[in-house]
Structure formats: C-alpha cells, structure tokens
C-alpha cells in the first residue's frame, strides 16, 4: 500500500483526505482528496513556519534574558550604591509633603522640557534678541569679503591660512602684489568664516536672560529655605527630606536648560574651549541628575545659585562688547571676575566642599554614591581653577595694555585682525603700513575675553 501511495503521489493521483496534513499543522483536509498545495501558498507556507519558529525562539531568549536583565537593573538602582546604610527605596514611598521625596523617573520629564527651552530659544533670538542688537546698531550682515583670487585661495584652503614671511614673499613676486596687500587679503578671508556679531549678540542675549531670570529664582527660594542660613541643615534627618514643589521647579528647570545646552553646542558657534565645555555641561548634568535621585537637592540649590551668579555678568559683559559699549564692557568684566574668583575659588571649596565632605560626613556618613557625587564636586573645582587662570592672566594684559577686549575662549581670531580689515577696505595697503592698527571703538589687541 505504501509503494501505491508513493506512486499516486508522484503521478499527481489523489490520496485520501484524511492522510493529508492541512495548513494548521496539524488539522486534516476535509472533504474531497486534494493534489499537492500551489508553489505560491508553499512558499507562504515555509516563511509562515519559520516566522512561528522565530517567535517561539524569541520567547524563549527572552525568558532567559529576563535574568541578566534583572540583574543589571537591581545592580543600576542599587540600594547600597544610592542610599545610606539601614534606607531603602521603599523607605521613601511614604508619604510626604508637597512632591513627595524625588524619584528616578522625574528625571524623564526633562527632555521634553529641553526641547521646548531650545524651541522657546530660537523664538527668543528671532523675535526679542535680533530686534535688540538691530536697534543698538548692530548690522546684520556677514563679514567683508575677500577679492577672489584662485592662487590665493588655493593657499589658504591647502597649505595655511597664516603665512610666514618666505611664503608672502613669493606670492607678492608670483601676482605682482605687495606683502601687506596679501596680509590684507588672508585678514579678509579668515573673517569670512568667522560668525557674525549679531549672531553672537543673541546667543548671548539669551543665555544672560536665562542665567539672570534662574538667578532671581534661586536666590528668592534659598531666601526662606532653612539651609541657606545653616548649611547643616542639608544634611539633617537626610535622605527623608521633603520635596517642595519649588525646589522641583528650580531643579528641573536647571536641568532640562544644561541638556539643552548639551545639544546646542554642536550647533552654535564654536569655541576653542569646546572640550572643557562639553566635560562642564556632562559634569553638571551629572551632579544635578545624581543629587536629584538620592535627594541631595539641598545642597544642589546652594551650588547651582552660586554658578549662576557670575555666569549672567559674563553675559552681559559680552553683550556690551558686541554693542561697542567698552566702558560698560570694561566695568562688568572686572566685576565678573571679582564675583568668579570670590564664588568658585572662595565660597565653593570652603563652604560647599566643606559640607559636602566633611560635614556630611560626620551627620550621615559616606557611602557609594556619597563619593561619586563628591568626585564630580572636586572635577568641577578643577575646571574652576583652569578658568580662573585665563581670568588671570586677561586681566593681567589688561593691567599692561589698559584695555580689555576678547576671549581666549574665542574662536574669532583677535581684534587687531578685524581693525586691520577696516584699515585695508578705507586705506591703500601698502607695505609701509602699520601692522597695528588696532584701535576700533576703543578695543585692543591682544586681550580676548568677550567671547565667553
């Protein structure tokens, strides 16, 4: 009977319809015998099997990933990393006043809330900052633009952009050109690529808004707050301190503002201490994020007030110079840097590190997360002393040269490259010319500070 079948089979005969798996996989065929199923619904067939294979497979990774997932999570949300000893994370569930204690998961509303900081930024810049800078006389247009030249443009895109002496001297003999017409020349290109003060007028005009607005904040909320006037007070009956929705909205806000600076840094006009600032922003990210879930925010409120309250006279120092207003710019730098070097080199280590090393330390005792958070405490100190040092040392030339003008920080080259510029388009550049002229509203060469 067997060897019939086979025949029938290979012949195209019929079977009977019981003998015939159907397409569930175990059901039969009802009714009469069928021949073999199209090519087409074959194929469909196979994938449909393995698709099932696969998914079965994937329930099972999955049941055997639930583990090591497991594992990784409890290890992430440690309590014996996050919390002192004998507090767990049910301790805080309880009720309490206002936002209850923090948690974890709060730190997910800030993203959106980065996204509507930036949002609000480009409004703030296109309606309310450019109107300003306009007003005050600040052109909204780019940079003068070099003559074309294939020869000279050929240098600068291939070879340098600041030739010596021997390379000046062979393109002057090559076009005919005299040595401080080619200086002139690379001044100009090199200016093409540098950002226009407007654009750095609102950029600043913003961030002075924000870090002034913030400030206001801060200090009328810390004004009534216990710790403000006995810093001790951070550490009391700590972790089971209540969240109040006003220091909820100081801290999220602070944090949603640093991410979104975070990602506009790749978009707005780059520094040369783009590195440091990238380590700051991920450094304050950090400290707010972590100090946030282990309800630290106490003595993050000091700290946050306390950065805040030199970085909008920066601001506005910055504004003043783009504005042309060297007097004004030249009085809020000295006071900037006044309040700097008394916040982050006297306050901080000797009230803040004091606190949060040691006085911590003897009220509730150190523990893991305890040493991360005093780690990047230290690591921002560190970038404290490497600003204060270019503060320094400006206001040193500025002692030696009387003025102050723009930024080491800057990635616009110094000011007596522009004052030049404006000395080749009104003057003849001959090779008899002066390399320095370099008074324009009263700035000076050499001296870089406005730039951040």
Known sequence: MGGEEARLRRGGGRIRGGDQKGPEGGGRWSGPALGPPPRGFRWLWRQLTLVAAVARGGRKMATAAQGPLSLLWGWLWSERFWLPQNVSWADLEGPADGYGYPRGRHILSVFPLAAGIFFVRLLFERFIAKPCALHIGIEDSGPYQAQPNAILEKVFVSITKYPDKKRLEGLSKQLDWNVRKIQCW???????????????????????????????????????????????????????????????????????????????????????????????????????????????????????????????????????????????????????????????????????????????????????????????????????????????????????????????????????????????????????????????????????????
């Open 186 to 452: 690379f001044r100009h290109r090199r200016n093409q690529d540098k950002p226009p003060t407007l654009t750095k007028f609102c950029e600043s005009m913003w961030r002075f808004t924000f870090y002034l607005c913030i400030f206001c904040y801060g200090i009328r909320f810390l004004w009534s707050s216990p710790w403000f006037w006995d810093i001790r007070q951070c550490w009391h009956n700590y972790p089971f301190q209540p969240l109040s929705s006003g220091l909820y909205y100081y801290y999220i806000m602070e944090l949603a503002f640093y991410w979104s600076l975070m990602f506009s840094q790749f978009t707005d006009i780059k520094r040369k201490d783009f590195l440091i600032m990238f380590v700051h922003h991920l450094v304050t990210i950090g400290l707010i994020s972590f100090s946030y879930i282990n309800n630290m925010v106490r003595a993050g409120t000091l700290i946050m007030c306390l950065h805040d309250v030199s970085d909008f006279l920066l601001e506005a120092a910055k504004l003043a110079n783009y504005a042309k207003y060297q007097r004004l710019c030249d009085t809020l730098f000295v006071i900037f840097s006044a309040v700097f070097m008394v916040t982050r080199l006297g306050i901080y280590p000797f009230w803040i590190l004091n606190t949060t090393l040691f006085e911590s330390w003897e009220i509730i005792g150190p523990y893991a997360s305890w040493w991360l958070l005093n780690g990047l405490l230290l690591t921002l100190q560190v970038l404290h002393v490497i600003w204060s040092y270019l503060i320094a040392r400006i206001a040193l030339k500025a002692l030696i040269r009387g003025k102050v003008s723009k930024d080491d920080r800057s990635d616009v080259e110094s000011s007596s490259e522009e004052e030049d510029v404006t000395t080749c388009t009104k003057s003849p550049c001959d090779s008899s010319s002066s390399n320095g002229a370099n008074r324009v509203n009263g700035h000076m060469g050499g001296s870089y500070w406005a730039e951040e």
